[in-house]
């Protein structure tokens, strides 16, 4: 069974830096990229940040230049670096894992999450 386990999220002030973790365990086919969501209230989940294999990253407009995706070699813990953190980043962020399946659509793994709430 595939699990998700995130950690590093809390409360800080505008300006300040966290530095978010998953751990990622259990038997999986390859993994094809890792992310990170964002759930706000009232909103949608949206991306934050992904890494598809081979190292390529993705950010959304709103945290590019401020965060950080990266990974170990085996893809056992993902990192999401988040700095200059505004009110507007205060969410439930969710770890994503996203493999290969045999119907060849992928399997999608997630999270429990973690709270980011910035304040002013």
């Known amino acids: 069974q595939v699990q998700l386990v995130e950690s590093g999220g809390g409360s800080v002030q505008v300006g300040e830096s966290l530095r978010l973790s998953c751990a990622v365990s259990?038997?999986?086919?390859?993994?094809?990229?890792v992310g990170w969501y964002r759930q706000a209230p009232g909103r949608q989940r949206e991306l934050v940040a992904t890494?598809?294999?081979?190292?390529?990253?993705n950010y959304a407009d709103s945290v590019k230049g401020r965060c950080t995706i990266s990974t170990d070699n085996a893809k056992t813990t993902v990192w999401l670096q988040m700095n200059s953190l505004k009110p507007e980043d205060t969410a439930i962020y969710y770890c994503?894992?996203?493999?290969?399946?045999?119907?060849?659509?992928?399997?999608?793994?997630w999270g429990q999450g973690t709270q980011i709430t910035v304040s002013s």
């Open positions: 890494m598809i294999t081979g190292g390529s990253t």
């Open positions: 259990g038997t999986m086919r390859r993994i094809k990229a």
């Open positions: 994503n894992v996203q493999t290969d399946s045999w119907s060849g659509r992928p399997n999608n793994y």
